[in-house]
């Protein structure tokens, strides 16, 4: 018997599964939110569980005053077909989200055509560009959720392209909006930054740069309270963590904590002229989602391309670091 590759193999079998999903999905309710002037949402991508729980969110029976009645009410499965983490949950995450009112349609052209904004959740970078030339092309406003794209290079090419579309785009972690950063940043509940430490899990994923793939959490959580402006970045490996150290242009240093081994989880310390402050604890996609709203509504992104860009860089001039046994990287070499 001929052998099959085991990429096609876990290929077909979730072609097969979504497709046996498909037709058992539930046909009541797939009109519920359609009549939303100017709110509907489209997702691409049931790949991740971020989906799910943005989804559960917007389309909750009593949903949260502050998410201002935008529904989720269509979305386009793919997703990653070549990550086994990732194509596995399309079925699953498929049939679920159906239930809660969700049409399932068959191509992003599809969706274009049913939505006001779209919420990119592909868990794959690498097809964050091609997935939002359609969307940026068909004048809809659009979040891209972590990362960005599976390199510096996607993302500039995805935000140019935007800037000469006059769409808004905006990208980042639930990470950003963790407990005690908007006091730090906008109270200044410890006089000014002058450094900070961050730590969050860094599961690897071979087809994405080291950080890209998780560890991207803790890197947006360090550039949230420390700012735009890191000149070099030095990266310490083994198997089980990385340390990051960041340089920035003003002689402040950051640092982030990539963990793989023992006690996961997510937070840091932020130092500063008169205080020092945990960053913590996570408490999930609630102030993300009323973040996109807003964005949504404005159309002005929260988080400007600049500091994205600079965050794609930071993580790419790490994995340059390791490569180059530790030795820094200077940004610029990146952003060039």
Request: hydrophobic letters at 40%.
């Given at each position: 018997?001929?052998?099959?590759?085991?990429?096609?193999?876990?290929?077909?079998?979730?072609?097969?599964?979504?497709?046996?999903?498909?037709?058992?999905?539930?046909?009541?309710?797939?009109?519920?939110?359609?009549?939303?002037?100017?709110?509907?949402?489209?997702?691409?991508?049931?790949?991740?569980?971020?989906?799910?729980?943005?989804?559960?969110?917007?389309?909750?029976?009593?949903?949260?005053?502050?998410?201002?009645?935008?529904?989720?009410?269509?979305?386009?499965?793919?997703?990653?077909?070549?990550?086994?983490?990732?194509?596995?949950?399309?079925?699953?995450?498929?049939?679920?989200?159906?239930?809660?009112?969700?049409?399932?349609?068959?191509?992003?052209?599809?969706?274009?055509?049913?939505?006001?904004?779209?919420?990119?959740?592909?868990?794959?970078?690498?097809?964050?560009?091609?997935?939002?030339?359609?969307?940026?092309?068909?004048?809809?406003?659009?979040?891209?959720?972590?990362?960005?794209?599976?390199?510096?290079?996607?993302?500039?090419?995805?935000?140019?392209?935007?800037?000469?579309?006059?769409?808004?785009?905006?990208?980042?972690?639930?990470?950003?909006?963790?407990?005690?950063?908007?006091?730090?940043?906008?109270?200044?509940?410890?006089?000014?930054?002058?450094?900070?430490?961050?730590?969050?899990?860094?599961?690897?994923?071979?087809?994405?740069?080291?950080?890209?793939?998780?560890?991207?959490?803790?890197?947006?959580?360090?550039?949230?309270?420390?700012?735009?402006?890191?000149?070099?970045?030095?990266?310490?490996?083994?198997?089980?963590?990385?340390?990051?150290?960041?340089?920035?242009?003003?002689?402040?240093?950051?640092?982030?904590?990539?963990?793989?081994?023992?006690?996961?989880?997510?937070?840091?310390?932020?130092?500063?002229?008169?205080?020092?402050?945990?960053?913590?604890?996570?408490?999930?996609?609630?102030p993300l989602l009323e973040e996109i709203v807003q964005f949504f509504e404005t159309k002005r992104p929260p988080v400007q391309e600049e500091e994205t860009l600079e965050i794609l860089a930071f993580m790419e001039a790490a994995d340059l670091s390791k490569s180059r046994a530790g030795?820094?990287?200077?940004?610029?070499?990146?952003?060039?």
């Amino acid at each position: 018997m001929n052998s099959i590759p085991r990429r096609d193999f876990i290929k077909k079998a979730t072609i097969s599964s979504l497709s046996i999903s498909l037709l058992n999905l539930p046909l009541t309710g797939k009109a519920s939110f359609k009549n939303v002037n100017g709110k509907r949402v489209g997702i691409i991508g049931l790949d991740t569980s971020h989906s799910i729980a943005f989804a559960k969110a917007l389309n909750a029976a009593t949903p949260d005053a502050a998410l201002k009645g935008y529904r989720i009410i269509a979305a386009y499965p793919y997703g990653s077909r070549d990550i086994e983490s990732s194509a596995k949950r399309i079925a699953g995450y498929t049939q679920e989200i159906s239930t809660l009112g969700i049409e399932i349609v068959d191509s992003i052209a599809d969706l274009l055509k049913k939505v006001d904004h779209v919420l990119l959740e592909t868990n794959d970078g690498r097809l964050h560009l091609e997935q939002a030339i359609p969307v940026i092309d068909a004048g809809k406003t659009l979040f891209i959720d972590k990362p960005m794209a599976a390199s510096y290079r996607d993302a500039k090419k995805i935000f140019e392209y935007a800037r000469k579309k006059r769409i808004p785009v905006f990208s980042a972690s639930s990470l950003r909006y963790a407990e005690h950063i908007k006091e730090i940043t906008e109270v200044k509940s410890i006089g000014d930054v002058t450094g900070a430490d961050t730590y969050s899990p860094a599961t690897l994923e071979a087809t994405h740069p080291d950080l890209f793939w998780y560890g991207i959490h803790g890197v947006e959580t360090l550039y949230a309270v420390m700012g735009r402006g890191c000149k070099s970045v030095t990266r310490t490996s083994t198997p089980d963590t990385d340390i990051v150290v960041g340089t920035w242009s003003d002689g402040r240093l950051g640092t982030f904590r990539g963990i793989r081994k023992g006690k996961r989880d997510f937070g840091g310390t932020a130092f500063g002229t008169t205080g020092i402050q945990l960053i913590g604890p996570y408490k999930g996609y609630q102030p993300l989602l009323e973040e996109i709203v807003q964005f949504f509504e404005t159309k002005r992104p929260p988080v400007q391309e600049e500091e994205t860009l600079e965050i794609l860089a930071f993580m790419e001039a790490a994995d340059l670091s390791k490569s180059r046994a530790g030795a820094a990287v200077f940004l610029h070499e990146i952003m060039q």
